[in-house]
């Protein structure tokens, strides 16, 4: 709704000037600052510089612990130096950054440990405050990590040594060729457009190429059905439900690795939700508008379509949340029309989201509401900045150093490029979300509403199929585990190597994949996270052969395939393309 953003004119009309005044300095504050809140940063170096100050023990621990370390790195450095002494272990444990025999020799290998035992002791001296909040120890901690990762061996390009030796080898030209390539990242971020090497990754062309068509569509959605590419299917469909923070084609990448091309391959009628990339006129799309205008209108126009009386539905991320939520209205309302729940690195509960929580509390959630108020959406880019944030070394840093140091661009493989081609998030249902589910938790306390009632997942009494990931620093896997606490459905629970994206695009014939998997029988108590990953059975391989397995077991006789729905667009339809 377009009354729903704020201008830039100061909106004194209908309420008082002074709170129209202070809505506009908030938005400005939170423009400049990317959206984060500077009140939250300070409030959280107050409190940790309050209770450091209330503690001295702690502080002349740490002081003990610093000469500590650095007697043990002079020792270090000594024995490096000097062969006549006998060389001592290196005081500090090793880090991926610093992988490789040219990172032993002196005195890069003086520097690493340096760096790494300062790190240490940084985490140390934040994790001992007593008193301060932990949202508070964390945040401040977060922040002096990003601060010296400036000052990282791997980063300074005379204390890196792959860099001093690229620099010898090109005489200097890499240094050039990485200012030029800084150029052109800049010159395109700033006219919005993608990034170097996405032009091999065009969506309809080289990725999100699986065969169908787009039958239904909505203002929000557009529902895609594949083609068959088996002579029998099961009866029941499948539909999935990606995060509308991203773009569904991360489960239809490559031919080889698409999990929409490999479910249609194993005698499954897919479907897919693909998002419309909201603006500034979507701004008041709350939760609900997406519950009525995804899910439920996509489980209506499959049944329309095709008779089916039972859906088996997948979510992803941030799609999972929203279809658990329709789930649990469904059976709220009697509505038996799911077959089965899967949920891809999806949470239901968010007492512990993880190291995304540094950016989310009532300060930061407040500036996000300024920023949005004023455009009525959260840009893409604000998005992928706390993601970068928090994969700093490996997503910032590395990249970082490969293209602007040594000069050489990656190639942008598909997952690179899904990952640039970003979404925005519209104010109400990003606000709705940050407030009801993050800071109050409100679905796991039974406290959220659809159509004006409370739903709880306690009424789930389809079979439950939750996937978590090792690496996940999005959805932590213990956090994606609480679903068992929500729950007394049967719920067999897939702990999958990888991250985030990484583990659930894991085709079979991926290399070094594994998986844990054990099964809650219905009505058996919550296990405990730990005692579940010692008792879990580890299986090398992809974990979507097993999931294809259980959703065969759930399912009918194989019968000959629906019909197509109507051919509003070839797949993948034109929602996926908005920018």
């Not at 490789?100 to 290998?109: A, H, L």
């Not at 859906?311 to 941030?318: E, F, I, Q, R, S």
């Not at 140091?405 to 690179?416: H, K, N, S, T």
Request: net charge negative; aromatic share 8%.
């Amino acid at each position: 709704m377009k009354n729903a953003v704020l201008s830039d004119e100061l909106p004194v009309e209908g309420k008082p000037v002074a709170r129209a005044v202070d809505g506009w300095l908030a938005a400005a504050r939170a423009r400049i600052a990317g959206g984060l809140s500077p009140d939250a940063m300070c409030a959280a170096w107050v409190d940790v510089a309050l209770h450091m100050a209330q503690s001295p023990a702690h502080g002349t621990a740490m002081v003990a612990q610093g000469v500590r370390v650095w007697r043990d790195l002079a020792w270090f450095a000594a024995g490096q130096v000097n062969p006549v002494l006998p060389k001592t272990q290196a005081p500090a444990a090793p880090d991926h950054r610093f992988v490789g025999p040219e990172w032993e020799r002196w005195p890069y290998s003086g520097a690493v440990q340096s760096y790494l035992a300062t790190e240490q002791w940084l985490h140390d001296m934040f994790d001992g405050v007593e008193g301060a909040l932990p949202h508070h120890r964390q945040l401040a901690a977060f922040a002096a990590r990003q601060a010296l990762a400036l000052a990282a061996p791997c980063n300074v390009p005379l204390a890196n040594p792959v860099v001093t030796r690229r620099i010898r080898e090109t005489g200097g030209r890499c240094l050039i060729d990485g200012v030029m390539h800084l150029g052109e990242d800049v010159r395109r971020s700033a006219n919005g457009l993608p990034p170097v090497g996405s032009e091999t990754q065009v969506v309809g062309r080289d990725v999100a190429t699986a065969s169908g068509r787009v039958v239904y569509r909505n203002r929000l959605m557009e529902l895609i059905q594949y083609d068959p590419t088996t002579d029998l299917v099961h009866p029941e469909p499948v539909l999935i439900v990606p995060a509308w923070i991203m773009k569904f084609y991360i489960l239809d990448l490559s031919p080889h690795n698409s999990m929409v091309r490999w479910l249609t391959a194993q005698g499954f009628t897919v479907f897919m939700i693909s998002w419309h990339n909201p603006g500034e006129e979507e701004a008041g799309t709350g939760f609900a508008d997406y519950i009525d205008m995804g899910p439920r209108a996509a489980l209506d126009a499959i049944e329309t379509l095709t008779g089916a009386a039972k859906v088996h539905t997948a979510g992803y991320c941030l799609g999972g949340t929203l279809l658990a939520i329709a789930a649990a209205a469904l059976a709220r309302d009697g509505d038996d029309r799911l077959a089965s729940l899967s949920l891809f690195t999806a949470q239901t509960d968010f007492s512990e989201p993880g190291e995304i929580g540094l950016f989310i509390d009532d300060d930061q959630v407040a500036a996000l509401d300024a920023a949005m108020a004023r455009r009525g959406y959260l840009s893409s880019g604000q998005m992928a900045g706390a993601f970068k944030a928090l994969r700093s070394e490996d997503l910032v840093w590395a990249h970082a150093v490969h293209t602007y140091l040594l000069g050489e661009r990656e190639v942008l493989g598909d997952l690179m490029a899904w990952n640039a081609d970003g979404t925005r998030m519209p104010y109400a249902m990003h606000s709705e979300y940050l407030h009801r589910l993050f800071l109050e938790n409100a679905l796991a306390r039974g406290r959220f509403h659809v159509d004006d009632r409370a739903v709880t997942l306690s009424a789930l009494l389809v079979p439950v199929f939750s996937v978590g990931t090792e690496k996940d620093h999005v959805a932590p896997w213990r956090s994606v585990f609480k679903i068992h606490q929500l729950t007394e459905a049967e719920l067999t629970f897939v702990l999958a190597s990888g991250g985030h994206n990484a583990g659930i695009v894991s085709e079979p014939g991926h290399p070094h994949r594994h998986y844990r998997v054990a099964l809650r029988e219905a009505g058996a108590s919550a296990p405990d996270p730990d005692e579940w990953l010692a008792g879990a059975e580890e299986l090398a391989g992809s974990w979507w052969t097993l999931w294809a397995g259980w959703l065969a077991a759930r399912s009918g006789v194989p019968t000959v395939p629906p019909p197509m729905g109507p051919n509003l667009a070839p797949a993948p339809g034109t929602y996926v393309l908005e920018r």
